[in-house]
């Protein structure tokens, strides 16, 4: 089964800070994602990335920046963090043809 | 713009039932549609999936139905259980290994025993 571990669960942050949230994926797959979930809006696509250094924005980057240094690793950084980047983040991962597998989910308040 | 909309917030469905979920679709590019399910804490998990060229695919108790014409889908569980008391998501692309996949905003079906 595959498996997406993204670090923390919940995350409380100050305004202005740098925050990183972590996902790691242990089978391989080329493609990975970074997701925020909003009551009402449905998930949004923040940036995805298809191999190592590499990455993609997707409907919403304003605000975030992504890391891909090794292929199991993909890092959400919120540069300085927002009120209205409060919210769940969900990390997942898929390769090529195969449907995507998320993890359990980062809530991340900012106060 | 919602490309994919899920117009039903909530469903309430007797246990042994049938459950209809149903998804609309704005981009005629979409060829690949899936469904999600999500409980609380937990991140979406993978249900069923139907890609442009078939109208039906079923896996077990999880139906999905396409129309293209009318660019919309949906969902029937048949029959119902309590366990499948959960946020169910929509989602689209062009192309089943496009990397960008639209959601819905998701349907909350309660199955009540």
């Known amino acids: 089964d595959v498996k997406v571990t993204q670090s923390s669960r919940y995350l409380v942050k100050r305004t202005g800070e740098k925050v990183f949230l972590e996902c790691v994926q242990d089978m391989d797959h080329e493609n990975m994602f970074w997701y925020r979930q909003d009551p009402g809006l449905g998930l949004r696509l923040i940036y995805f990335?298809?191999?190592?250094?590499?990455?993609e924005k997707g409907d919403i980057p304003e605000g975030y920046s992504v890391s891909r240094e090794k292929k199991e690793r993909f890092s959400l950084i919120l540069e300085s963090a927002s009120t209205n980047q409060t919210s769940m983040y969900l990390c997942?991962?898929?390769?090529?043809?195969?449907?995507?597998?998320f993890g359990d989910g980062t809530r991340l308040s900012i106060l | 713009d919602q490309q994919v909309k899920q117009n039903s917030p909530s469903l309430s469905v007797q246990e042994g039932r049938i459950s209809i979920l149903n998804c609309d679709y704005t981009?005629?590019?979409?060829?690949?549609f899936l469904w999600y399910k999500k409980y609380p804490a937990e991140g979406p998990t993978f249900l069923i999936s139907i890609s442009s060229i078939k109208d039906k695919n079923e896996d077990g108790r999880f139906t999905v139905f396409l129309n293209k014409s009318a660019k919309h889908l949906s969902l029937h569980i048949v029959p119902s259980q309590p366990g499948d008391s959960a946020v169910y998501f929509c989602?689209?692309?062009?192309?089943?290994?496009?990397?960008?996949?639209?959601f819905g905003t998701g349907t909350r079906l309660t199955v009540i025993p």
């Open positions: 990335s298809y191999d190592v250094k590499m990455k």
């Open positions: 997942a991962s898929k390769q090529s043809n195969q449907p995507q597998h």
């Open positions: 981009n005629s590019m979409f060829d690949y």
């Open positions: 989602a689209a692309s062009a192309g089943t290994g496009a990397n960008n996949l639209f």
